[in-house]
């Protein structure tokens, strides 16, 4: 007899148990070779005074099982408390965010009925490193942070996704004509890597119009990949039109370690009265099977399952007049699925997981060293006042042998020399030091002109050193300049 597979449950928070019990039974039922075992995170974890929301001991039970199946949490409200979705992504390098997003038409109402979307979103890096700063008394600050290898493998995992399952096209979103150095490199990487896949046609979308295009015909799409916080609206957006948020499942996806969840949260307000569709965590679940290997399992639950929809018997999410023949609650929907074990559906494409294959987690290449040198410092000082010639005048004279004052800017235009006059002013400058033709700058020279900085009187809230990589510069031009 083959041996049951450990998995790691969370039965989560507000519609969560009842949609983690619901989705074992299914899952029970339909002959899943699992052993479940529980951890408790969230709300009650967070509110004993564990700002992580997980008990120490889960994070050694993922690392026993690697396989995670987790129910929506409530994050409280209020500060101190840091997501456990970002916690655990980070902490188990789960880099790959797989979300596919179907239209069930004519069973589901919506707008698209051809719509059948995957979105890769990159799921450990962008704006949700977390690290934000109040600076000055008007300003706040949070780090997008991006990485080459991050960058590299999640096109590369896009694409090898795109050809395990017969997809036809890769296409890629991110805002490169404003971030041009962060979303610049994701754009570039995409590029590259999609040479390497010459039979799945890609391309490259501005979020914003191609957000727009997603939205109106989805059809157009297949496989979207893109940077975190795009792909985290944008799946929502997505399950949204193709049905139902409720609808979609998620894989998040690390070397050793994956998670399957929905995509939707707990929806406090409907938990407690066996309301919720459990579907979107129920095709987590299928997406976990797939993964450890169970692809009959698998099969069966999916197909059960859209031949529930098919046969009308829906939630209150997706209930719709004229098609709807059985309103039902969360734990009937469940037996209803389990009543379908074995059938198929009659209108809509039975799903088969055998032309599915399997595929290395992609790693990135190794990194090409390039020569990085100094060049240059940008200063950012506290200062309030709406007459730029206030600060830049007597900054400028503190550049001395080895430094010249290029440019001073607020918010990222510029501001000196030659303002604008209609230019609104923050209290938050960047004053860029440039070294100076022929002279070498160092770590020492910086603080030395730190020091001049704050001899002046200045209050220097941050720097950011300039580098050239390979004589290239490594850091953005000045709006206006
Ligand atoms: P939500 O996704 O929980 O709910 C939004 C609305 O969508 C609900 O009011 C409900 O009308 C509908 N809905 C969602 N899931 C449904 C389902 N399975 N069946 C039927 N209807 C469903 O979003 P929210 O209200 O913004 O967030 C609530 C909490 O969930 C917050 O604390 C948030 O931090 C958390 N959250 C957790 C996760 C996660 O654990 N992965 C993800 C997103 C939000």
């Known amino acids: 007899m083959t041996q049951n597979t450990p998995i790691t449950v969370a039965h989560g928070d507000g519609i969560g148990p009842e949609i983690m019990e619901a989705t074992l039974h299914i899952l029970k039922e339909a002959g899943a070779r699992i052993d479940t075992e529980v ?132 296409t890629c979103f991110t805002k490169d004509n404003i971030m041009k150095m962060t979303d610049g490199m994701f754009h570039e990487v995409f590029e590259e890597v999609a040479k390497e896949y010459s039979d799945i046609v890609n391309e490259h979308w501005i979020v914003d119009i191609g957000a727009a295009k997603l939205a109106d015909s989805p059809e157009n799409f297949d496989v979207v990949v893109m940077p975190n916080l795009y792909g985290d609206i944008l799946s929502d957006v997505a399950a949204q039109i193709a049905g139902s948020v409720g609808l979609a499942g998620s894989a998040n996806i690390g070397e050793t370690v994956a998670m399957f969840e929905a995509i939707h949260g707990s929806a406090p307000r409907r938990a407690g009265q066996n309301l919720a569709n459990p579907s979107g965590l129920l095709l987590g679940g299928v997406m976990m099977l797939v993964h450890i290997g169970q692809a009959d399992v698998a099969e069966r639950v999916h197909n059960a399952w859209l031949r529930t929809l098919e046969d009308g018997v829906h939630t209150y999410d997706v209930a719709s007049e004229g098609v709807t023949k059985q309103k039902v609650g969360t734990k009937e929907f469940a037996q209803a699925v389990v009543d379908r074990l074995g059938k198929l559906p009659e209108t809509l494409k039975p799903i088969s997981y055998a032309t599915s294959k399997a595929f290395d987690v992609p790693k990135a290449s190794p990194m090409v060293h390039q020569k990085k040198v100094l060049v240059g410092v940008d200063v950012f000082l506290e200062w309030q006042s709406q007459v730029p010639e206030e600060v830049g005048d007597p900054v400028s004279k503190l550049g001395g042998d080895d430094f010249e004052l290029k440019v001073i800017s607020n918010r990222g235009q510029r501001i000196y020399p030659g303002a604008a006059p209609e230019t609104t002013c923050t209290d938050h400058w960047r004053c860029r030091f440039m070294g100076r033709q022929g002279m070498t700058i160092t770590g020492k020279k910086i603080a030395e002109l730190l020091g001049r900085v704050a001899d002046a009187g200045y209050d220097c809230i941050k720097t950011e050193n300039l580098y050239t990589f390979d004589g290239k510069d490594g850091f953005s031009g000045v709006h206006g300049a």
Do not use: W
């Open 39 to 170: 951890i408790e995170i969230g709300e009650k974890v967070y509110l004993r005074g564990n700002a992580t929301g997980m008990e120490p001991g889960a994070f050694d039970s993922l690392r026993r099982t690697k396989v995670f199946l987790k129910a929506p949490i409530t994050t409280p409200q209020g500060g101190g408390y840091k997501s456990l979705n970002v916690t655990t992504r980070k902490t188990f390098g789960l880099f790959a965010n797989v979300r596919p997003c179907v239209s069930y038409h004519p069973f589901v109402e919506t707008k698209h009925p051809k719509m059948d979307v995957v979105i890769v979103r990159e799921n450990e890096e962008d704006l949700y490193a977390g690290i934000e700063h109040r600076q000055t008394q008007q300003v706040v600050q949070t780090l997008k942070l991006m990485s080459r290898p991050g960058c590299e493998r999640i096109s590369r995992y896009a694409f090898e996704y795109a050809k395990a399952n017969g997809r036809k096209k890769v």
